[in-house]
């Protein structure tokens, strides 16, 4: 099974907003809307950032918020900070008792 | 406070079976809801969901590994057990552990592991 697909890089200057995409298909993302945002910084374990689609677990910022429609899922990152450039992963609940992530988003801070 | 620490073997030989130990506090796999997952990940590529078991030894492979894995549980020595078989040098990855919480309308992973890195070469 393949990953979900992310944009390899997406970047913005300090204070903006951005989106990643996460885009699977009518067997995972589309049909169970639960999708889970994961926040890496090299060499270091990932954090869970958004849960079930659009949680926050306690102690995650309200700049990064989830959404979905359809196949596709997006975390925006509002407020842009520098602690805010690391790597980011999406994942989905894909059926047939099995999870499928993402192809992984840099995050780079201009 | 819930922590998980990995622990095994940091070189492998190919065709050895890998035997990982997931180590955690803080909670308990016998409560309802409560599983624990692993991953991994290749050094510079995407993580990859492995298997999962759950609080009533339910278990979860990753079909593609499915032949490979067998992920098991020790309720009273709060620990996870994955092995995976056969292993060969493109099972080089960082492997995780992470505390997996199941619910009625979802299930995702709350606390991870620092990650142990199992390099196979001979």
């Known amino acids: 099974q393949s990953g979900l697909t992310q944009p390899a890089s997406v970047s913005g200057s300090p204070g903006q907003s951005i989106t990643i995409s996460c885009t699977g298909t009518s067997s995972d993302v589309g049909r169970y809307n639960l999708v889970s945002w994961y926040q890496q910084y090299p060499g270091k374990a990932p954090k869970l950032m958004i849960y079930k689609g659009s949680k926050r677990p306690s102690g995650v910022s309200d700049r990064f918020s989830g959404s979905q429609s359809g196949n596709t899922a997006s975390l925006t990152i509002s407020g842009l900070q520098a602690e805010d450039e690391a790597d980011y992963y999406c994942c989905s609940y894909a059926g047939i008792r099995t999870y499928v992530l993402g192809t992984g988003t840099k995050v780079t801070v201009l | 406070q819930v922590t998980l620490r990995e622990s095994g073997p940091a070189l492998v030989k190919p065709t050895q079976t890998l035997t990982l130990t997931c180590t955690f506090s803080?909670?308990?796999?016998?409560?309802?809801?409560?599983?624990v997952s692993w991953f991994r990940q290749p050094p510079g590529m995407a993580l990859e969901w492995l298997a999962r078991i759950d609080w009533d030894d339910d278990k979860y492979y990753s079909t593609s590994l499915k032949t490979s894995l067998t992920i098991s549980k020790d309720t009273s020595k709060n620990q996870v057990v994955l092995r995976v078989a056969n292993m060969g040098p493109v099972d080089t990855a960082t492997y995780y552990c992470?505390?997996?919480?199941?619910?009625?309308?979802?299930?995702?992973?709350?606390?991870w592991g620092q990650g142990i890195l199992v390099t196979v070469s001979s």
């Open positions: 992470a505390r997996t919480m199941a619910e009625a309308d979802g299930a995702y992973f709350d606390y």
């Open positions: 803080g909670f308990s796999l016998s409560t309802g809801g409560v599983c």
